[in-house]
């Protein structure tokens, strides 16, 4: 089959040919590709940034998966050839603690697709059964294969902060990219709150007027500021999916009190006095991606129509002109290869 393999950090894939996996272990699946999205993780793994998370070379990337199922071990009772799924990316053992308690992500063996164990930038992918999720009649796997990182991610970070986003409260939202949307669509169909989206790229703060965005920022100089124009008392939730030293500061500084931060991007490092975070009791929260539980309600969502997914597809030869789109912050929603 055909694969792009990271081999060598800060280096381009290479689009090689690998022999098709097989199930092995009896609760093994292989999916045949129908789609998988590019994240900016993967650009993190490509820049050498993810071995602290596991990533050894050389890696299949891609962890946001969804195909048919292809192939399945003699113990698999759930699944069956020809199925569409869509693939959880953390595999998660069942029997620990944090699996049992349904945080499958904190799982104590837990592994992650594409960046402990090869990934969807393929035609085949082997995974467990506990990681898949039976598709809504009607939805292709190409159209929500980002929903496997992407949306979960924004699910979890909004469905935890739920009892904040209660009617009269501000929820502010730096960055409106493939996680971002997600988040922008839930906020509103999930809580109560005014949204108020920001982003720096003008086609971005478009998508987010079209996504319901009740206040578009990101052009003036001083966005905390106008940000405190529009709320008075500062925004209630600050959702960050952008993650530089310069979003943090901002985010932190345009929280009410008792506000909420939630971090969704990385990269940067948060900085705050501890005497103003007592003062006005703020809070920071770190979402890792979510449980199977998280994705597959947002399945339901989707198969509901309530929220939908920004995607454009482009062919898994292409791996690389998309990954230097991402970098240079041309790609709006989320970009999904097709083997
Ligand atoms: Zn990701
Ligand atoms: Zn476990």
Same mark, same amino acid.
């Given at each position: 089959m055909r694969a792009a393999l990271l081999r060598e950090y800060q280096r381009p894939l290479e689009l090689v040919e690998r022999p098709e996996p097989e199930p092995g272990a009896p609760r093994d699946v292989v999916v045949r590709v129908g789609g998988a999205g590019v994240c900016q993780t993967d650009l993190h793994a490509i820049d050498g940034l993810m071995e602290a998370a596991g990533v050894r070379l050389p890696l299949v990337l891609g962890h946001e998966n969804a195909g048919w199922v292809h192939a399945i071990g003699d113990g698999v009772t759930t699944a069956a050839v020809g199925d569409a799924v869509l693939v959880y990316a953390a595999y998660s053992c069942g029997l620990c603690v944090p699996c049992r308690r349904g945080l499958d992500m904190h799982c104590e063996r837990g592994q992650f697709a594409g960046l402990t164990r090869d990934g969807g930038f393929a035609e085949y992918v082997l995974v467990d059964e506990r990681s898949l999720l039976e598709l809504p009649p009607g939805v292709e796997p190409a159209d929500v /294969?980002?929903? /496997?990182d992407a949306g979960i991610t924004a699910y979890h970070a909004v469905k935890k902060l739920l009892p904040r986003l209660e009617p009269g409260s501000t929820a502010a939202m730096i960055g409106v990219g493939g996680v971002g949307h997600v988040a922008l669509q839930l906020v509103r169909v999930l809580g109560a709150s005014t949204v108020i989206a920001i982003d720096t790229d003008e086609r971005r703060r478009r998508l987010a007027r079209e996504l319901g965005a009740d206040e578009v920022l990101g052009e003036e100089a001083d966005v905390v500021g106008a940000v405190r124009e529009l709320t008075g008392a500062g925004a209630d939730v600050v959702f960050d999916f952008v993650g530089t030293d310069a979003t943090h500061a901002a985010g932190l500084e345009m929280l009410a009190r008792r506000g909420v931060y939630s971090v969704i991007g990385y990269g940067g490092t948060i900085s705050l006095p501890s005497v103003g975070m007592i003062a006005t009791e703020t809070a920071i929260a770190g979402n890792l991606v979510g449980s199977w539980v998280d994705l597959w309600e947002l399945l339901q969502l989707h198969g509901r129509g309530e929220i939908t997914l920004r995607t454009e597809t482009h062919s898994l030869g292409d791996v690389n002109d998309v990954l230097e789109k991402l970098r240079q912050g041309e790609i709006t929603g989320r970009a999904v290869l097709v083997p």
């Open positions: /294969a980002p929903h /496997a």
